[in-house]
């Protein structure tokens, strides 16, 4: 079955960084775009990323452009979310999910909380 | 990057239709028919209820419906139940490959 596993969040001194995992199983890996989406506490959910199946284009929302970075090893099943000059703003759940297909986000990790607080 | 606009809350009976809309522009929601909505239940990872405006995955019950008018999305929960309490969200394309999704709406059986 389809599992996504995130793991690296945990709270981190505004200002600096923190790199995010998400394990992938139970489909190829290489076959499919996958997305970042993050929860503030209480809010809602934002749209943080995606990288295309090959890793060749990425995109980003205004708010984590230039700060984020996203990649992904599909030789390891794995994706990739660095975080640098982190915000107070950037505390949230985030969580990776699997686009079927033109943004259809079929199966949903867990989540890890990531709390930028000094 | 502007968020859709939801209704902040929704309640009805078991058994009663609840509709709840997604305002975006013609830039997002107005654009593409790329639209989904997403439960999520308190503490747990969005599900995929609707895509692509209407279509309904295999294991969603198809008291679940979706549709568009223009820059509005709408999802209907028919014979609502107790289980459907929970946050729903919209989510649309939005054009050069990113996505944008809605305030959210926590629907409540009374």
């Known amino acids: 079955q389809v599992q996504l596993v995130e793991s690296g969040g945990g709270v981190v001194q505004p200002g600096r960084s923190l790199r995010l995992s998400c394990a992938a199983s139970?489909?190829?890996?290489?076959?499919?775009?996958i997305h970042w989406v993050r929860q503030a506490p209480g809010k809602g959910l934002e749209w943080v990323a995606v990288?295309?199946?090959?890793?060749?284009?990425?995109f980003y929302a205004d708010s984590v452009k230039g700060r984020f970075t996203i990649s992904r090893d599909n030789s390891k099943n794995t994706l990739y979310l660095q975080m640098d000059s982190l915000r107070a703003e950037d505390t949230a759940v985030y969580y990776c999910?699997?686009?079927?297909?033109?943004?259809?986000?079929?199966?949903w990790g867990q989540g890890t909380l990531v709390t930028v607080s000094s | 990057q502007s968020a859709l606009t939801q209704p902040r809350s929704v309640s009805g009976s078991p058994g009663q239709s609840v509709t709840i809309s997604c305002t975006g522009t013609?830039?997002?929601?107005?654009?593409?028919?790329?639209v989904s909505w997403y439960q999520q239940h308190p503490g747990k990872a969005p599900k995929l209820m609707i895509h692509?405006?209407?279509k309904r995955p295999s294991g969603v019950p198809d008291r679940f419906s979706g549709s568009k008018s223009g820059n509005t999305a709408s999802l209907t929960i028919s014979g609502l139940q107790a289980e459907d309490e929970a946050d729903y969200y919209c989510?649309?394309?939005?054009?050069?490959?990113?996505?944008?999704f809605g305030t959210g709406t926590k629907v409540t059986v009374l």
């Open positions: 999910t699997k686009d079927e297909d033109w943004g259809v986000f079929d199966y």
């Open positions: 139970g489909f190829t890996f290489s076959s499919y775009g």
């Open positions: 990288i295309w199946y090959d890793g060749n284009n990425k």
């Open positions: 013609s830039s997002d929601v107005g654009g593409y028919r790329h």
């Open positions: 692509d405006v209407s």
């Open positions: 989510c649309s394309y939005a054009g050069s490959y990113i996505y944008v």
